[in-house]
């Protein structure tokens, strides 16, 4: 079996060791670079073969913080496959790094077994949300009563591309020149049709299916 090449930067040398353990106990994975920050990886990038096929990127590192680092290794290896690694759940910071092009955010304190999931979601089908981690896309399917994915209105589409950003939706009303009780029912609908229950986990989604673009 062809092992999925892990490579690990965060700050944090215990975390990033037993990370490291953790992944090579793993018969899918192994471990081919880690580093303690962004200048550090680039450094031992340039050196490394061969590349990983995953990144996991910690947000919050001196030097070089997550969101540099993600947007380098993007613009710079785009065939690896970001994840971001934080214990930070505030929904501005999950949004910079999906746009910085993480294909999946993962709280520090989540169960191995959703770490190893999405690594080889990820890895298998580009993108890994946590929200639709227990459900098959048979099952939203069967849940929307129809044999093809929900119709989305220019509306919701223009209403998804302005969740992507850093606007609150009181904001992303008044740029769509309507009212913020409008705005709750797109956001609603988005839910619905797109089986999420959070705004990263509708815009990863919407990401994944092409809906939007960063």
Same mark, same amino acid.
């Given at each position: ?18 990370? @490291?353990? +953790?992944?090579?106990?793993? %018969?899918?994975?192994?471990? $081919?670079?880690?580093?303690? &920050?962004?200048?550090?990886?680039? *450094? ?26 993600? @947007?380098? +290794?993007?613009?710079?290896? %785009?065939?690896?496959?970001? $994840?971001?690694?934080?214990? &930070?759940?505030?929904?501005?910071? *999950? ?120």
């Amino acid at each position: 079996m062809t092992k999925i090449r892990v490579g690990i930067v965060d700050d944090h040398q215990l975390f990033r060791k037993s990370l @490291t353990l +953790l992944l090579e106990s793993l %018969p899918e994975f192994e471990v $081919v670079v880690d580093a303690n &920050n962004g200048r550090d990886l680039q *450094i031992k990038l340039k050196t490394q073969q061969p590349l990983p096929d995953i990144m996991l990127v910690d947000v919050a590192m001196p030097v070089m913080d997550g969101v540099e680092t993600a @947007t380098w +290794l993007h613009s710079e290896h %785009p065939k690896i496959g970001l $994840v971001a690694l934080s214990m &930070n759940d505030q929904e501005s910071m *999950i949004l910079r790094m999906m746009r910085a092009g993480c294909r999946s955010y993962l709280l520090k304190d989540m169960p191995p077994e959703i770490l190893r999931q999405a690594l080889q979601e990820v890895h298998a089908n580009r993108y890994f949300n946590a929200e639709l981690s227990q459900r098959s896309l048979t099952d939203i399917l069967r849940d929307n009563n129809e044999g093809v994915l929900p119709r989305i209105t220019d509306k919701e589409r223009e209403f998804l591309q302005l969740a992507t950003s850093d606007h609150t939706y009181k904001q992303i009303a008044a740029l769509m020149h309507v009212s913020e009780r409008t705005i709750d029912g797109y956001r609603e609908a988005m839910f619905f049709k797109l089986q999420v229950q959070s705004r990263t986990g509708m815009v990863l989604e919407a990401i994944k299916r092409g809906l939007v673009k960063f």
